[in-house]
Nanobody, 116 residues
Framework: QLVESGGGLVQAGGSLRLSCAAS????????MGWFRQAPGKERELVAR???????YYAESVKGRFTISRDNAKNTVYLQMNSLKPEDTAVYYC????????????WGQGTQVTVSS
């Protein structure tokens, strides 16, 4: 089970930190990702972090967002700085089981709204 928190309303240029808490004792073996879906748009990958903590970012957030994980706390974070109105979306945390190519566990999502 994945539970996101930390969403909210922020002005452009502001910051938010999203958290995703995972249940279970094998969190460290899962690759984790943050996705987002804006109204009328498809869900897109924002950032991902592998089991070795290597990271990937979408071009639209590179240099502004930082993904990290704390395996001792079973938690993955998304630090979002210099937020823009176009970052407004529902943000989802997801986990990918070892040996798979798809994210097979999803959180319920948390709303991020950036006002101009």
């Amino acid at each position: 089970q994945l539970v996101e928190s930390g969403g909210g309303l922020v002005q452009a240029g502001g910051s938010l930190r999203l958290s995703c808490a995972a249940s279970g004792r094998t969190f460290s073996i899962y690759a984790m990702g943050w996705f987002r879906q804006a109204p009328g748009k498809e869900r897109e990958l924002v950032a991902r972090i592998s089991v070795d903590s290597s990271t990937y970012y979408a071009e639209s957030v590179k240099g502004r967002f930082t993904i990290s994980r704390d395996n001792a706390k079973n938690t993955v974070y998304l630090q979002m700085n210099s937020l823009k109105p176009e970052d407004t979306a529902v943000y989802y945390c997801a986990a990918r089981s070892p040996g798979t190519l798809i994210y097979n566990y999803w959180g319920q999502g948390t709303q991020v709204t950036v006002s101009s």
